[in-house]
């Protein structure tokens, strides 16, 4: 039971008390009235000679009775205006309880609401919590990756600088041997070193195809002998048509069984064709 609901029960009594209370006196006074009244009958019939004094004496008696029962029908009234203005109160303050109920129900229907809004808010933050978990683990492992990538590039930039350091310094020597052979008369371009550090092998192939560049003087022949063969990029041949020389080539381009070579020489009055024999024979 709520506050509101005890003061009323609480107002209930006291009102039932006071109308206990009136009703008695009332109740009292209607009886000593009727004792009264019943006494001084008997005492006038008893003592009609002394009608006169006894007259006199119960019209007093008779003025503070009326008086007495006015001043309790004015009591009476009085309380039955008090009554009346209490049920007019109690009457509002019965509404007052059902505005109040009604009030409190529809309080206790949005705390339930919000009660479940909070739990569903529990359990979302309890998966929240969850991802978090998954989350930081997930960023401590991406850190600690991080971290060993980090050491991982500064190996590699340390290996980089090195490799720099040794680079530029190999391209120092690289120099320093390039003028040294330049001034000691010896090839300094690779492909002629390649060449001289290793001579072609003996072999004999065949001219597939010879054309003249488009723009230029240059021809160029295609020969079926290779890199398979132990050819390179530098190496010469000699150019035969049966036994009359028709020139000398060296390889541009060197494939596993094909090569393409540029005329380096030709002999008076000689074009190389499709079908000549090429060598590396002397």
Do not use: W
């Not at 007019?88 to 229907?109: H, I, P």
């Not at 890199?227 to 190496?235: A, F, I, P, T």
């Amino acid at each position: 039971m709520t506050f509101l609901g005890k003061v009323l029960v609480v107002v209930h009594l006291v009102l039932s008390v006071m109308f206990m209370a009136f009703a008695g006196a009332v109740f009292t006074a209607q009886t000593n009235y009727q004792k009264a009244y019943i006494g001084a009958n008997d005492k006038l019939k008893a003592a009609a000679s002394a009608a006169q004094a006894a007259q006199t004496a119960l019209q007093s008696q008779i003025d503070d009775a009326v008086k007495e029962r006015d001043e309790v029908k004015n009591t009476n009234t009085a309380l039955q205006g008090q009554v009346a203005a209490l049920t007019a109160d109690n009457a509002r303050l019965d509404s007052d309880n059902k505005g109040l109920k009604t009030n409190f129900d529809t309080q206790r229907t949005v705390a339930e609401l919000n009660s479940q809004e909070a739990e569903e808010r529990v359990k979302e933050a309890q998966i929240q919590r969850a991802r978090n978990v998954e989350l930081n683990k997930s960023r401590d492992d991406t850190v600690t990756d991080l971290n060993v990538l980090r050491d991982k590039l500064f190996g590699i930039e340390l290996q980089l600088a090195q490799a720099k350091t040794k680079y530029d310094q190999m391209l120092r020597d690289n120099a320093t041997m390039r003028a040294f052979l330049a001034s000691n008369n010896l090839p300094t371009d690779i492909r002629r070193m390649t060449v001289s550090a290793s001579p072609p092998p003996e072999l004999d192939g065949e001219v597939l195809e010879a054309r003249k560049e488009t723009k230029g003087n240059r021809v160029f022949v295609e020969i079926s002998v290779g890199s398979d063969d132990g050819l390179v990029v530098g190496h010469t041949l000699t150019v035969y048509r049966g036994d009359k020389y028709l020139g000398r080539v060296r390889l541009e381009d060197v494939r596993p069984d094909v090569s393409v070579a540029v005329v380096i020489e030709t002999a008076p009055n000689s074009t190389i064709q499709k079908d000549d024999h090429v060598t590396t024979r002397f």
